[in-house]
C-alpha cells in the first residue's frame, strides 16, 4: 500500500459510469422489474378547486387485468406529517388542477393507461385563483424563505437615501414559471417485504427520502431503502420526494404487490415541481460615478394552498454589492396551484436576472460601463451579514472575462451595430452562488484482494459525482483512481446530503476525504497489512462541519453575452456566450466544464424561451409538454465557453473547492437581455425575451 | 386496435374501402404522437411502410411525382435541385430523426396549418393525387385543406403521390419559430416565380385556419416585376408584396405567437424570400 500516484484531482478524468451509461448497463429506477410487479397510474383531478365527490371505482375493476382503484376513502392511512404534497389520497379536497386524487393499479402498463383514462371522478368545484398579482390581497410575509434565510432585511434609511440619490433606477421584472424537464421523468418501484419498504426511485437524496418517507408509513429510517445509483437529471425537482413516491408506496401496500409508478412528461407538469413565477421590483439609488448608495429589491411569488416554498429570490441581493442603505423582502401569495420546489439555482436565477439587469440599467442612466460599474461597487466584507469573505474574485472574472471577450472599446450606444438584418449587442452581469456543505458520513474499504471501495449515499445525477469522489478518494489514499471503487445512490450506505445547493462535491467530498484518511491511519498502524476481511474506516462530518469559521462563502462569476436581433423578425440568436468563474479549486476540468456550460445553456434557455403559461380559465399550466415548452435545441447554442481563475481558498472544505452545479445559470439570462438591450435599445424586462415583445417593443 | 399491414397499393386501397375508420400510417410522426396524448383512438392503424412503391419518386413530364413513403431526409438529398422550396421546407421539419422517418403525404394528412410542407406545395400548385378502389382524383392543392387539420381526401382515398411541377424559376421558404430547431412555425412562407408564365405563386403557413395562398399579392407583383428587363426589384412593390401577404393572412394569438406578430412577420419573409427570388431570377446572386 506505499503505491504513490500522481494527484488525480485536478485532471480530466473520464467520468467512471461512461462506459455503463453509453452501453445501458446503468440501470435508472424505472427499468427495475421485481417478481409479480404491477402498474400504477395516475388519475389527476380534472377541477382546479373543490372536492372529490365520488370515484367510480368498481366500473374500472371491471376491466381485464384491473388490480385496485386507491382514492381517499379507501386508501391506507397515512401518519400526519407537515408536508402535505405527500398526504396523497387523505382527504377529498382539491388543492389544484392535476392533483392526484386516484390511482390504478393493474397487470401491465396499458390496463392501467387505460383504467386511468375512463376512471369517473365526480367534483364539486370551487372557483379558483391561479393569478400571481403583486397587489394580491392575500400577499403574506412569510415566516423564512428557503431554505432558512430571514424574509426581510433592512440596513440604513433606504427611502431616504433614494429620495437623495443623483441617480435613481426603479424597475420591475419578471420571470415566469418553469419547469425543470429533466430527460427522465420521475419513477418509483416501491417492494414492501418482512424487512420493510424497498424504493427504487430517481432521486436527489437517497438519505432525504428514506428520512422522508419512513414516518409517512410510521417506519423506523432503517426499515426504508432506497436505491438510486443512476438518474437522468433533476436540476432540484427530484431534490425532495414528491407524490408519486408516496403513490407508489402506498399502492404496493394496498396490493399487496411490487408496484411502478412513473410520471408521464405531461404529469410532470402539475406533480413534480417547479420554479414559481416571480414579479420583481429594483430601486438602485447612486451617484453619479455610479457608486450605490441604496439597493431595495422586493420579490414577489406564489406557493400552493397546501404547502408552503418561499424561493430567496432577494437574498443574492443582501452580498451583490456594496451600499449603505438596502432593503430586501419577500412576499408570497398562497394559490390553487401546483407546489413549487427548488429549480436550478433557487433565489439566485430569478432574483440576478432583476439586480443585474437593474444593474445594466444603471451603467445606462450614469453612462459607466458595466463591468466598471460592478467593479465600483465591490463590498470589502459581506454587506449585510459584515462577514469577510473567504475569498471574493468577482473583479477578477469581470476583467479576466472583459479581456477574453473582446470587452475593451465597447461601444456604449444601444441599437447602432448592424450585420447585415442583425443588430449586434453584448452584455454582462455578474454570478455567484453560496458555498454550502451539509454533514454526511462516508466508509472507506482495503480490500483483501487489492483495492479500495468507498461508500457514501451521494447521488450522481449526471453531474459527475461519482468520478469527483473517486478522485477524491484516490488521492487521499495514494492510488491512481482505477484502484478505487466508489458507490453511492442508496440509502444502505452511509447517509449523505441532497446533490443540491450545489453542495455535494464539498459536503460528500469531505466524508470520503475524512473517511479514507482514517483507513490510511489504520493501514499505517498494521505497517499497510490488510486482514483477510479486509480494513474498513469511517467518517461523519458533522463535528469537523460545527467547528467552521463564520464566513461569508460564495463562488463568482461574470457572464459575457453577444447577441444578434434580426431586425425585421424579432429573432435573438445568442452568438458567443463566456462566463468566466472563480469557484475554489476545480477537482475535474472535464466535468466542471460540463457544468458551467450547461448551466449557462439553461441560462440561455431561460432568457429566450422557458415559459409555462398558466391557463387562467382552467388554473393549469397549458404547455405540457415539450414541443410546447421549449427548452433551447443544440441549435439555439452556437458558442458557449467557460474557464475558471485559479483561486486558493483555505477556509472552504479540505478540498479547496466551491460549488459549480448551479453558478452557470446565474446571471445569464440577465447578461443576455443587456445584451438584448445593447443591440436593439429595447429593455426586456420579462422573460422570456420573445420574438413579440421585441418587435411590439419597437425594433 | 386493429393493425392492418398490406404489403401492395391494391391490398392497401382494399383495406381502406373495407375500414374506411383505419388511419393510414406511414412516418407516424403525427400518428404515434396523437394516439401519446390520446387525442382520439384510431379502431385501426393502415401501415402504408410495406408498400415499397410508396416510397418512390419519378419524372413525369415537367412533373416530379413523389411517392407517399419518401420521406423528408430523401427529398432533401434526392430532390433539391428540382424542388428547392419543398427541400429548404424539409430541412425545417423537426430533428433528423423526425425526417427520417416523416414524409409530405403524412404532413398532408395531417392537414396542420402550421405543416411546413403546404406553403411550397402552394406556391408551386401541387396536386395530390389521392386512389381509393374507385379511382383516382387529381386534386389541386388548393382544394385540398379543408379546416383546421381537416383535408379533402374521401374516407376511402389514401394519397398515392404528390405531383409537383419541377421548378422552373427560383424558389425559397422562410419560417420562424421561437427556437432554432424542433419548432413548430409561428408562422412560414414560401414564394415560387413561375418566369414562363410570368406567375409568382405564394403560401402562406401558421397564420389561418388552414396553408393558404395570397392570391392579390401573386396577382400585384406579377405585374409589378419586370419580367422582360430584369431590373431590380422596386422596394416599393416588395413593401406592398409584404402588405398583401399578411392582408390574406387570418392569424390567431396563441402560445406560440400573438396575432399581430404574425401579420408583422409575414410581411417580412414575403418581402425577403422575394427579394432573394428575384435576385436569383435576375442573376444578381443572393442579397
Ligand atoms: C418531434 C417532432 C417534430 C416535428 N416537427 C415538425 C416540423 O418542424 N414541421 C412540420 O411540418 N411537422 C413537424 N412534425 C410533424 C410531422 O413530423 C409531420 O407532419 C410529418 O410530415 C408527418 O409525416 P408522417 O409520414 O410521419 O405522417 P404520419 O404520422 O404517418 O401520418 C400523419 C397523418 O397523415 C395520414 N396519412 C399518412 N400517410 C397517408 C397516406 N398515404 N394517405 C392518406 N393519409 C395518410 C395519417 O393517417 C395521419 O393522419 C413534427 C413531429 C414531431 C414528433
Redesign the interface.
Known sequence: MTTVAAPSAGTALDRVDGPEKVTGRARYAYENVPADLAYAVVVQATVSRGEVRAVDADSVLQLPGMIATIWHENAPRLAPVEDAELTVLQSPRVAYRGQVVAVVVAETLESATEAA?LLRVDYRPEPHDVELRPDHPGMYRPDHVNPNYATDSELGDPDTALAFASVVVDATYTTPAQHHNPIEPHATVALWDADGLTLYDATQSTSGVRATIAPLFALPPESVRVISPYVGGGFGGKGAPHAQVVLAALAAKQVGRPVKLAATR?QMFAVTGYRTPTVQRVRLGADEDGKLSAIVHEAFEQTATIKEFAEQTTVVTRMMYAAPHRRTSHRLVRLDVPVPTWMRAPGETPGMFALESAMDELAVACGIDPVELRVRNEPTIDPERGLPFSSRNLVACLRGGAERFGWAGRDPEPGVRRRGRQLIGTGVASSTYPVYRMPSQASARAEPGGGFTVRIAAADIGTGARTVLTQIAADALRVPPAQVRMEVGDSALPRASVAGGSSGTASWGTAVLRACEGLMDALHRRAGDVPPGGLEASADTAEELRSQRPLSRHAYGAQFAEVGVDL????V?VLRLLGAFAAGRIINPKTARSQLIGGMTMGLSMA??EES?MDLEFGDY??R?L??Y?V?????VRDVDAFWIEEEDPDLNPMGSKGIGEIGIVGTAAAIANAVYHATGIRVRDLPI???RL??GGI | MDFLRPVTWEQALAYKAERPEATPIQGGTDVMVEIN??KGRPAALLDLNPVAELTRWSTEGTEIRVGAGVTYTRLIAELGPLLPGLAQASRTVGSPQIRNRGTVAGNLGAASPAGDAHPPLLASGAIVEAESVRGTRMIPITEFYTGVKRNALRPDELIRAVRIPAAAGPQYFSK?G???????A?CSFAVALHPGERRVGTGIGSAAPTPRRAPEAEEFVAAALDWEGRSPLDPGAARRFGELVAGAAAPIDD?R??A??RL??LA??AR?TLGWAWNDYTGRGPA
Open positions: 383514462r405531461r425585421d423578425t424579432g429573432e440568436r429566450l424561451l403559461v397549458l404547455n409538454d414541443a410546447q421549449h433551447a435545441a443544440c441549435a439555439d420573445r420574438l413579440d418587435i411590439g | 396524448l390520446d420562424i421561437t427556437r432554432n430547431a424542433m419548432v413548430i409561428v402560445v405567437g400573438r399581430d406578430y408583422h412577420s417580412v419573409m425577403r
